[in-house]
T-cell receptor
Framework: DTAVSQTPKYLVTQMGNDKSIKCEQNLGHDTMYWYKQDSKKFLKIMFSYNNKELIINETVPNRFSPKSPDKAHLNLHINSLELGDSAVYFC??????????FGPGTRLTVL | LAKTTQPISMDSYEGQEVNITCSHNNIATNDYITWYQQFPSQGPRFIIQGYKTKVTNEVASLFIPADRKSSTLSLPRVSLSDTAVYYCLVGENFNKFYFGSGTKLNVKP
């Protein structure tokens, strides 16, 4: 009965590969997010989806593409992975202006 | 985006009250102030949110002066398990939030 879940928890891959990270929330929230946390622990918002519509998109390379098959899922697809993409990626969800619930994170390592 | 400034780190001892102050000089009229806690290898967790004056819940208190250009998170009687990074966020809604570098609180026995 995990509120926000992500898979995989760890992802190790080679430069140039394409990978996806999945996120699911069972809270009935209407907005989901992807964050990137780098080695210095800065949390940067990448995308948010509200009712299947992308409503913000920070200065993120277009190699990153969010995909939301339904309101409960927001997946993150990354093309042509680079060394600098190594980080922890967090999914989160919220309803309105209420608190965000974060997933456990996916640690991506690009070799 | 109303950016925030927090101390990079703080040390405390078990049983003490800890106050972490956040500066947000450019806060807008519709902005709320929210604090999150993050343990190593976990996602951030909501602690408290407020707009003005004082807010208290079972975990912490949030003090906001009249000009709202700063806020103070107060953790009563901290324990070792309160060792974490604390983030102050300011924004009208989560689409406008900015996570700063956070304050790393180290609670010692």
């Amino acid at each position: 009965d995990t509120a926000v879940s992500q898979t995989p928890k760890y992802l190790v891959t080679q430069m140039g590969n394409d990978k996806s990270i999945k996120c699911e929330q069972n809270l009935g929230h209407d907005t989901m997010y992807w964050y990137k946390q780098d080695s210095k622990k800065f949390l940067k918002i990448m995308f948010s989806y509200n009712n299947k519509e992308l409503i913000i998109n920070e200065t993120v390379p277009n190699r990153f593409s969010p995909k939301s098959p339904d309101k409960a899922h927001l997946n993150l697809h990354i093309n042509s992975l680079e060394l600098g993409d190594s980080a922890v990626y967090f999914c989160a969800s919220t309803m309105g202006r209420n608190e965000q619930f974060f997933g456990p994170g996916t640690r991506l390592t690009v070799l | 985006l109303a950016k925030t400034t927090q101390p990079i780190s703080m040390d405390s001892y078990e049983g003490q009250e800890v106050n972490i102050t956040c500066s947000h000089n450019n806060i807008a009229t519709n902005d709320y102030i929210t604090w999150y806690q993050q343990f190593p290898s976990q996602g951030p967790r909501f602690i408290i949110q407020g707009y003005k004056t004082k807010v208290t819940n079972e975990v912490a208190s949030l003090f906001i002066p009249a000009d709202r250009k700063s806020s103070t998170l107060s953790l009563p009687r901290v324990s070792l398990s309160d060792t974490a990074v604390y983030y102050c966020l300011v924004g009208e809604n989560f689409n406008k939030f900015y996570f700063g570098s956070g304050t790393k609180l180290n609670v010692k026995p």
